[in-house]
């Protein structure tokens, strides 16, 4: 097989299987009157995930977890991506520091 021809099959071979791969999993999470929706968030064990934060509040909050070794300012009205995982079967708290009182949440891994 010539060179050029062996090119073409691995880029072949490399968009195909492209398909193949199973997609990221999106978790959308609502920051709204310094609470978070859902408060408990389930995904998948041993899987990266993909969360999708909105704050709809005017004001900042930081999306903040020990646990999940994460800590995201997200300014009000915007929003950020956060990627977890793959974690083992668990549960992991979050909180928004700056709201702590109220900001509360787990994500729930099975």
């Not at 021809?5 to 199973?22: E, T, Y």
């Not at 070794?69 to 009000?76: A, C, D, F, Q, S």
């Amino acid at each position: 097989m010539k060179p050029r021809s062996r090119c073409g099959l691995v880029l072949l071979l490399c968009v195909m299987s492209s398909g193949l791969l199973a997609e990221t999993p999106v978790v959308r999470i609502d920051i709204r009157d310094h609470l978070f929706y859902p408060a408990e968030v389930l995904v998948p064990a041993n899987t990266k995930v993909k969360l999708l934060v909105t704050n709809l509040d005017p004001t900042p909050e930081e999306f903040e977890s020990y646990e999940l070794n994460r800590e995201k300012v997200i300014l009000g009205n915007s929003r950020a991506i956060i990627f977890i995982g793959p974690l083992a079967p668990g549960e992991y708290p979050f909180f928004g520091e700056f709201n702590m009182s109220t900001a509360q949440g787990t994500v729930i891994a099975k």
